[in-house]
């Protein structure tokens, strides 16, 4: 059934009768699937081990955010969450609380830094270099950062 479908088909169009237009498109989708099935990387159902790992989250305050910021929490990654609102602010001190309680990860932390600022976004590189101490760590427990997300519609 499926060979006569394929037969009417191919004789329904007289350019797939064609080969020299038949090799060439073949040959094109086959390599696009085998492009597309190396770039998906490789299948597995094994949770990464995320507690090394440091990630400056910006938007996390919003939808997306929060959602990524839960996720990220509960796989024990170090955050780093940028607000344009203070720290103090009652929103953003409620779910970092609420997030350390939850999740048991005490490596959540909110910095203000609005980023339609560059004074602000500036403050923060160079709190996020120096440190609070001025002696060049993160005052987050860690070194440096291992990756950045962006939660303003899309995450990297």
Known sequence: MVL????????????????????PAAATLIALLATHRIAQGRATTRERDLHACVVVLTGAFTPLGLTLLEDLAKRGVHVIALSPYPVESERVATYIDLLWSVTGNENIWAEECDLESPPSIHAFAKRFVLGPNGDGGTGHGSGGTGAAAQCAGVCA
């Open 4 to 23: 006569k479908i394929l037969a009417a088909a191919i004789s329904a169009f007289p350019q797939l009768q064609d080969t020299s237009y038949t090799v």
